[in-house]
């Protein structure tokens, strides 16, 4: 029973000090003529008052001009003040009513090799002197030393916790959105500001699948990468919080993770679409889904057929797929390719918000079978010469080599010999194997 009062009375006693902010040595009190010596002392003497304990040296309590009393400092002779708690602010004297005008006294930082922090000359009596200190940390020894040969009076000294910590944020107020494919992992950076911090930030992240390697920041703030790696299909929620000395602040992590891979062979539908709309940056995925026509506003279709988007699903909302110019455009459109639509297919771009609506966009390939992507077909460019179309027909040359001629569906359409001219029922784009080469071309 007695080591656990013990115990809780020295918690207690803790807890108050480390709750204060401000540690006031007043020597006008009857307690300080009890606690510091009348006479003269000229070696390190341990002095507790209200609690703090303070050393002396080459001082003695004074009550020659009594009341009020003060604590007397000769040449060369100090007080290393009570350690704190808390980051000082500032330390500020009352002289006596008889000091010296001319003293000079000065801050020193025992904790950092006897440092000079300021020295300043009390020239006033009956007056308060203030030292301000910036970027302290809690647990400094500091003395104040009569630095000349006058003498100094104190009749109180006050040591005041630093205002606020400075300030600590996100740059961006609001959640971290991550967006990935099952079992795919995506990068955030998370940029912390701060302003005036006597301290290092401590950076902890938690929530399933949620990591960083930045444990610290400098107390100027700097970038946080948080990774995510999304294994189960739906919403996980974290936190990133950072830490300066008391200050603090919070932001929510939200980590999607979709259905399916968005592979060729795992691509994401449209409920994967809509559920990473504009959460998975720059990154590109595979996507699939039936063309049912182009794209209007908040996932609706457009009355009329266009060149440069497609509309993928079976119900509202559609999913608008933007076609940029080029061969993307060119192969995919339905106003030039009309058998498409009805059809799948396989586009491969970023999942982002496009008529208003989750959407892909800035597509760079695609597939119209799952298995053969079209930047993998030799371009005609590459093979020039060796297969293209003239007045409806598909011309080859080569040394008898099988050739088969396939749509855009896959369908097998016509076949031949290389080196004799093949026919084919319709204008339009067709894929044109020889041997085992592929090559895109169009029959106008």
């Excluded at 309590?61 to 060369?76: D, R």
């Excluded at 794209?295 to 993928?312: K, M, Q, R």
Aim: hydrophobic residues 40%; negative net charge.
């Amino acid at each position: 029973m007695k080591k656990i009062t013990l115990f809780l009375a020295t918690f207690l006693c803790i807890a108050s000090v480390m709750q204060a902010q401000e540690i006031m040595l007043d020597f006008r009190t009857e307690a300080a003529q009890t606690a510091v010596p009348g006479t003269t002392v000229n070696e390190d003497t341990e002095c507790t008052m209200d609690g703090y304990t303070f050393t002396i040296n080459n001082a003695k309590i004074s009550t020659a001009s009594y009341p009020p009393t003060y604590l007397m400092v000769y040449s060369n002779g100090y007080i290393d003040l009570p350690v704190a708690d808390f980051a000082v602010g500032s330390i500020t004297v009352l002289t006596g009513e008889s000091a010296s005008k001319s003293v000079a006294v000065q801050l020193i930082d025992m904790s950092n090799g006897e440092t000079v922090i300021e020295e300043k000359t009390l020239s006033e009596q009956g007056t308060e002197f203030t030292w301000t200190l910036t970027g302290q940390t809690a647990g400094t020894q500091y003395r104040l030393l009569t630095a000349n040969n006058k003498n100094a009076q104190y009749q109180y000294i006050k040591m005041v916790a630093a205002p606020a910590e400075g300030t600590l944020s996100f740059r961006d107020a609001g959640d971290v959105a991550f967006g990935v494919g099952l079992n795919a992992s995506q990068t955030q950076e998370v940029e912390v500001v701060a302003d005036g911090l006597a301290n290092d930030i401590t950076v902890t992240v938690s929530g399933e699948g949620f990591v960083t390697t930045n444990t610290t920041l400098p107390a100027t703030g700097g970038t946080v990468s948080v990774d995510f790696t999304g294994t189960t299909a739906g919403t996980t929620n974290g936190t990133i919080t950072i830490e300066s000395g008391s200050l603090s602040a919070t932001a929510n992590l939200v980590g999607v993770t979709a259905a399916h891979e968005g592979s060729l062979s795992d691509p994401f539908d449209t409920n994967d679409v809509t559920a990473l709309n504009d959460k998975t940056g720059n990154t590109k995925y595979w996507v699939s889904g039936v063309i049912a026509g182009c794209a209007s506003n908040n996932g609706a279709l457009a009355t009329t057929d266009v060149a440069t988007n497609l509309a993928l699903g079976t119900a509202e909302p559609y999913v608008p797929v933007q076609l940029p110019s080029g061969e993307v455009r060119t192969n995919l459109n339905i106003v030039d390719n009309p058998e498409l639509k009805n059809t799948t297919v396989w586009v491969y771009g970023t999942i982002e918000s496009y008529f208003s609506a989750p959407g892909v966009k800035d597509v760079t390939d695609f597939s119209l079978d799952g298995t053969n992507t079209w930047s993998a077909i030799e371009s005609v460019k590459a093979v020039a010469g060796k297969v293209y179309a003239v007045n409806g027909h598909i011309v080859t040359t080569g040394n008898g080599e099988s050739v088969a001629v396939y749509n855009l569906t896959g369908k097998l359409v016509a076949t031949g010999v290389a080196g004799r001219d093949i026919k084919v029922a319709a204008k339009g784009l067709y894929i044109v194997k020889v041997g085992d080469k592929a090559t895109k071309v169009v029959v106008r």
